[in-house]
């Protein structure tokens, strides 16, 4: 089982990033992927997660409106697009797998990627 993720960068403020995370080892119609971050000196948050068997999603307040989730099946892939980024988006981004929705949610997940840094400055 294997988590890549992909797609981070440095941007501007206002600016957009869509992340990537591969899965390979499972399908995604049997996990829930989340995605976390954590920026310097503070704890890693959980920020959205789905579970694209049934098509539920979650968000974090502080991306609400800002950051969209969504699911390739075709190419066992989940998407993190972001819009509207800030200095506080700054963070390593992570993606993460679990068969329960609600232990991504509590912050906990079977499999993790290795992140892909985020960077938001002018």
């Known amino acids: 089982v294997q988590l890549v993720e992909s797609g981070g960068g440095m941007v501007q403020p206002g600016g957009s990033l869509r992340l990537s995370c591969a899965a390979s080892g499972f399908s995604l119609e049997d996990y829930a992927i989340g995605w976390f971050r954590q920026a310097p000196g503070k704890e890693r948050e959980g920020i959205s997660c789905?579970?694209?068997?049934?098509?539920?999603?979650y968000y974090t307040d502080s991306v609400k409106g800002r950051f969209t989730i969504s699911e390739d099946n075709a190419t066992n892939t989940v998407y993190l697009h972001m819009k509207s980024l800030t200095r506080e988006d700054t963070a390593v981004y992570y993606c993460a797998a679990d068969r329960d929705i609600w232990a991504l949610r509590a912050g906990s997940a079977t499999y993790w990627g290795q992140g892909t840094q985020v960077t938001v400055s002018s």
């Open positions: 789905i579970k694209p068997s049934d098509g539920i999603t």
